[in-house]
Each structure stands twice: as structure tokens, then as C-alpha cells.
Nanobody, 131 residues
């Protein structure tokens, strides 16, 4: 298993940028596909982005495509979410998540976007974007 710690959230103005980090424990970080989800008050947890274990395959929700970038540094056991041109509707608690995938299995798009695919979660970090 892996333990995840999310950091980097904060309060920013619309149009600003913010980078979230997700530090993972253990020595097998590359065996895990990584993802970011977010949950706003009164709403369901929604998929934001995911990244394959080797860092070569990404998928984004339409709402963030072109503004957000997911990346990872396996040598540092850390995944990132670079968020640019932030909008008030991006306000939410952001969670990083990990799915054990040592064989590099290609998930379907529905599986990639489903919280149930990911068995390990960070504690969440609050992102608030003001107008």
C-alpha cells in the first residue's frame, strides 16, 4: 500500500496559478497510476486528471483541459497538479489518489474517471478561487 499527503492548496484570485503536490510513501511509486479528484460543497467528487505510472499517458476532464497539467517525479515519489487560469468554479477540496497498476494496464476512460478505481487517497487540500 501507499500513503499520500496532499499539499499546496490556498486562496487565490481568478486567473492565478497554483501547484498542488502529492507526496507518496514507499519505494514503488512507479507501480501506481495517479489521479486528482475534487469535491465542492454539496457536490459529488469529480475526476480532474490522471497519469500513468511512467508519466507518459494523461487524461483530463473537459472542464480543466488546457488549464491544468498533471505530472510526476518518480525519483521524488511525488505527483503534481499545476493549475493555471483558475476560476471560481475550481473551488473545491482537491484529493490525490493512487491505483496499483504494476503491469501498466490501460484503463477505460470510465474507469480512469471513477473514484472506485483508486484505492489510496490523500487527505485533501482546499483550493479557493475568488472573483
Amino acid at each position: 500500500q501507499v500513503q499520500l499527503v496532499d499539499t499546496g492548496g490556498g486562496l487565490v484570485q481568478a486567473g492565478a496559478s497554483l501547484r498542488l503536490s502529492c507526496a507518496a510513501s514507499g519505494r514503488t511509486f512507479s507501480d501506481y497510476d495517479m489521479a486528482w479528484f475534487r469535491q465542492a460543497p454539496g457536490k459529488e467528487r469529480e475526476f480532474v486528471a490522471c497519469l500513468s505510472g511512467g508519466g507518459g499517458l494523461t487524461h483530463y476532464a473537459d472542464s480543466v483541459k488546457g488549464r491544468f497539467t498533471i505530472s510526476r517525479d518518480n525519483a521524488k515519489n511525488t505527483a503534481y497538479l499545476q493549475m493555471n487560469i483558475l476560476k471560481p468554479e475550481d473551488t473545491a477540496v482537491y484529493y490525490c489518489a493512487a491505483a496499483f497498476n504494476p503491469s501498466g494496464k490501460a484503463w477505460s476512460r470510465s474507469a480512469m474517471g471513477s473514484p472506485g478505481t483508486y484505492h489510496y487517497w490523500g487527505q485533501g487540500t482546499q483550493v479557493t478561487v475568488s472573483s
